[in-house]
């Protein structure tokens, strides 16, 4: 079976410093990989979405940038965090064969607060 | 512009009773809908799905009914149980890019024992 795995848990930064949040699924081959962003009381945004190596769709203008070094492998990171950039950080995957075409299955996610 | 919306916040619910969360559309090139449920803390885990050729979906105690003439969507879950306390977003997929889902707010549920 799959598994999604996103780390860390929990980010305390400070406004100004770097970033990097890193998602590796198991269990599959060639996934479409996404990173959304959840603020609080708000639904769910897509930033990036990834269909193969090295392969970046953005979605939303920010000062995040994600990159797909391997197949199974989603990295989110910025240069220099605002306040604006707390969050719930989602990695989420999905395949367009058999029978959920499509559906994205989601990691457990990191919670993200920048002081 | 928020293309899938779900008007309420919140529901209560008696347990053993039916829940039954809404959501609202504008796209009518939207062919795929999906429902999550999310736990504090955690991601969202996905629920039931419909496509836009059927009217309705089950899968044991949720159901979920696609109305596309009035662009509305809505998941029913009998009976209700406490273990379905949690927060329920909709998700909406556009024919022409497979890749990009949208989400509504959320509805957090809460049955009452």
């Given at each position: 079976s799959q598994t999604i795995h996103q780390w860390p848990a929990t980010l305390v930064q400070p406004v100004g410093s770097p970033l990097s949040l890193e998602c590796t699924v198991e269990g599959t081959s060639n996934p479409n990989l996404y990173w959304y962003r959840q603020a609080a009381g708000r639904g769910l945004q897509l930033l990036f979405y990834s269909v193969g190596i090295g392969q970046i769709s953005s979605e939303v203008p920010q000062n995040l940038s994600a990159s797909r070094p391997q197949d199974r492998q989603f990295i989110l990171s910025s240069k220099k965090l605002l306040l604006s950039d707390s969050g719930f950080y989602l990695c989420a995957w999905s395949v367009f064969?058999?029978?959920?075409?499509?559906t994205q299955y989601f990691g457990p996610g990191t919670r993200l607060t920048v002081l | 512009d928020q293309q899938v919306k779900q008007n309420s916040p919140s529901l209560s619910v008696q347990e053993g009773r039916i829940s039954i969360l809404n959501c609202d559309y504008?796209?009518?090139?939207?062919?795929y809908f999906l429902w999550y449920k999310k736990y504090p803390a955690e991601g969202p885990t996905f629920l039931i799905s419909i496509s836009s050729i059927k009217d309705k979906n089950e899968d044991g105690r949720f159901t979920v009914f696609l109305n596309k003439s009035a662009k509305h969507l809505s998941l029913h879950i009998?009976?209700?149980?406490?273990?379905?306390?949690a927060v329920y977003f909709c998700a909406a997929r556009a024919r022409y890019n497979f890749n990009k889902f949208y989400f509504g707010s959320g509805t957090k549920l809460n049955v009452k024992p």
């Amino acid at each position: 079976s799959q598994t999604i795995h996103q780390w860390p848990a929990t980010l305390v930064q400070p406004v100004g410093s770097p970033l990097s949040l890193e998602c590796t699924v198991e269990g599959t081959s060639n996934p479409n990989l996404y990173w959304y962003r959840q603020a609080a009381g708000r639904g769910l945004q897509l930033l990036f979405y990834s269909v193969g190596i090295g392969q970046i769709s953005s979605e939303v203008p920010q000062n995040l940038s994600a990159s797909r070094p391997q197949d199974r492998q989603f990295i989110l990171s910025s240069k220099k965090l605002l306040l604006s950039d707390s969050g719930f950080y989602l990695c989420a995957w999905s395949v367009f064969s058999g029978r959920a075409r499509g559906t994205q299955y989601f990691g457990p996610g990191t919670r993200l607060t920048v002081l | 512009d928020q293309q899938v919306k779900q008007n309420s916040p919140s529901l209560s619910v008696q347990e053993g009773r039916i829940s039954i969360l809404n959501c609202d559309y504008t796209n009518s090139m939207f062919d795929y809908f999906l429902w999550y449920k999310k736990y504090p803390a955690e991601g969202p885990t996905f629920l039931i799905s419909i496509s836009s050729i059927k009217d309705k979906n089950e899968d044991g105690r949720f159901t979920v009914f696609l109305n596309k003439s009035a662009k509305h969507l809505s998941l029913h879950i009998v009976p209700s149980q406490p273990g379905d306390s949690a927060v329920y977003f909709c998700a909406a997929r556009a024919r022409y890019n497979f890749n990009k889902f949208y989400f509504g707010s959320g509805t957090k549920l809460n049955v009452k024992p």
